[in-house]
């Protein structure tokens, strides 16, 4: 599974609530003025075929009246904490100092499961120490779910099935997540996203499921019916799609027929240029037929 997409996708849907989540003693000063940007995570190699070092989420937060300096959050998820590399943090946060020529960098950890083994990092000798960098770490499943199970942000609300409950309660914990969901996102798309965000980090099981539709009637009835017109449109879509590549196959077909029939032979190179090209080149190939002297002169 592909924790780290999933939370890049939450934090740059609502990077605000993000920060108010997982960064709390820093986004606290934070008005709703200020302007969130992400930027560009893929920092200027100093070497042509260097690797880039890349994190997830670069966030970078602006007064509008000017008079705080620009202030540069740097999130990261892992989903277990003993994989977190503090050094690798710590470099990357490093480098952003330099290129946007700032020391307001604040690091942020949001840790899926467990400690990490490092909270802290010392660089220096037996009398000095010369580097200290520390980052605000953010352990999903040590978060209580009873202190976040009415919030009004969003991502606290979605993050339910990864903060820490009784096993028992996971029904109740899937429930407010999707009453969340629907009371906090009008959007229709992001309502369909981020309800496959909560079936992944609650995987009930069908005891479970059938438990929630029993004693959370109203919501089950809303989020299925949800779901069941999101599945129609998609079956749609895909019916529409596969009828348009039907009738795109058959008409690269016809023109290799008639290619065939005038030219001979067809060079391979011309054969896979038509079978992947769309029906509104194919179209405007098949005209030139008539006049053509080559089957180059066709596909130029």
């Known amino acids: 599974m592909d924790h ?33 940007t992400p930027i560009r995570q893929e920092q200027l190699k100093e ?10 989420v670069p966030l970078l937060v602006e007064w509008p009246d000017g008079r705080h ?21 710590a470099h990357y946060c490093l480098d952003l100092a330099e290129l946007f020529a700032t020391d307001r960098v604040v690091p942020v950890v949001v840790f899926l499961r467990g ?59 899937y429930a407010l997540a999707c009453r969340g969901l629907l009371e906090l996102e009008p959007d229709p798309e992001k309502r369909r996203k981020y309800l496959d965000f909560i079936d992944i980090y609650t995987a009930l099981d069908d005891n479970e ?44 077909h016809i023109l290799l027929r008639q290619l065939r029939v005038k030219f001979g032979d067809i060079p391979e190179e011309i054969h896979r240029r038509i079978e992947s090209a769309d029906a509104q080149t194919l179209l405007g190939w098949s005209e030139r037929i008539l006049t053509a ?8």
């Open 4 to 36: 780290d997409q999933n939370f890049k996708n939450l934090i740059l849907d609502y990077p605000r609530e993000a920060l108010a989540l997982f960064a709390a003693a820093e986004a606290v000063a934070l008005s709703l003025r200020v302007r969130i």
């Open 47 to 56: 070497r042509l075929g260097e690797r880039f070092r890349e994190l997830d």
């Open 69 to 89: 300096e620009a202030l540069l959050f740097v999130l990261e998820e892992e989903s277990a904490g003993r994989r977190f590399s503090i050094h690798r943090l």
């Open 115 to 173: 400690e990490p083994a490092r909270r802290e990092l010392r660089l220096g000798g037996d009398r000095h120490v010369y580097l200290r960098f520390a980052y605000l770490g953010c352990v999903l499943s040590a978060l209580p779910f009873e202190r976040h199970r009415e919030s009004d942000n969003i991502v606290a609300r979605l993050n339910l099935p990864n903060m820490r409950y009784a096993p028992g309660r996971r029904v109740e914990v």
């Open 209 to 252: 499921r059938q438990q929630y539709e029993q004693q959370y009637p109203r919501e089950a009835q809303v989020m299925s019916s949800f779901a069941d017109r999101f599945r129609e449109e998609g079956m749609e879509k895909g019916l529409q799609q596969g009828i348009q590549q039907g009738m795109r196959e058959g008409e690269a």
């Open 293 to 300: 002297k080559s089957v180059e002169e066709i596909v130029q």
